[in-house]
């Protein structure tokens, strides 16, 4: 095979940051990086490199934000996120391109209805994947203190060969996207499960015609190799 190195895949899920989940914030200061976020993703980090060895090119990480990481769809909610994230990846050098994310149903606000009900959710998910998230980086510096080394990766490698998100189906309101990282040989095929979500049910799943139908589309993307590992995600289940 043509990608033979190893890869550690990381599942991030149900954290609710936020009211109801393990980091509890009540009017934080978005431009102060809490204690509880420090200790938090200093733990996750801890137990990957115990168990899988410090990253290299020869082992490398993938990140895997899979739903419900806010408690109601909050901004403050989701900034706290982006600093978690961030602080993953850089002390584990996952780039941009191997970060891949995905709604579940706290991800959305059930006081709008429509494709608004993400609009907390997409801000996020735009804010992430842009120039704009060095703002959460020179917060996390100061608070943080990084290496040499850790200002250098971010810099440079974080967002460099910044993969396209190739959104399928037309259908950039349910926030699908199909997703190739070359270096490391993943194809990344993400739904937004909770889209059907609304008041009076607050569960999602994702029907198994729309996998079908994507998967129609994946020989026709560019860079698509045989030898590439292919996944599908989602924050819920998949149903006939």
């Known amino acids: 095979m043509k990608h033979a190195r190893p890869i550690s895949l990381i599942l991030l899920a149900d954290i609710q940051v936020g009211e109801y989940g393990i980091n509890k914030i009540h009017n934080v200061n978005i431009r102060k990086v809490s204690d509880e976020v420090i200790a938090f993703t200093k733990t996750i980090i801890s137990q990957l490199i115990n168990n899988h060895g410090r990253p290299s090119k020869d082992n490398l990480y993938a990140l895997f934000a899979l739903g419900d990481i806010a408690s109601k769809a909050e901004e403050s909610e989701y900034e706290i996120v982006c600093q978690q ?3 993953i990846a850089i002390k584990l050098r996952i780039p941009l391109k191997r970060i891949f994310l995905c709604p ?4 959305f606000s059930f006081k709008v209805d429509g494709d608004e009900k993400f609009k907390s959710y997409f801000n996020f998910y735009n804010y992430f994947y842009s120039n704009k998230l060095n703002k959460t980086f020179n917060y996390l510096t100061d608070a943080l203190s990084f290496s040499d080394d850790e200002r250098s990766f971010y810099t440079k ?11 399928v189906n037309h259908q950039p309101s349910k926030l699908n996207y199909f997703a190739i990282d070359s270096e490391s040989g993943l194809e990344v095929l993400s739904f937004n499960s909770a889209y059907k979500c609304n008041k009076d049910e607050s569960y999602g799943h994702i029907p198994l015609t729309d996998i079908v139908t994507n998967l129609d589309n994946y020989d026709q993307l560019e860079n698509v190799e045989p030898d590439n590992v292919r996944i599908a995600i989602g924050h819920h289940s998949f149903e006939a």
């Open 85 to 87: 994230l961030l602080i």
């Open 104 to 107: 579940g149903n706290h991800d």
């Open 157 to 167: 490698e974080f967002v460099e060969n910044r993969y396209e998100r190739k959104l």
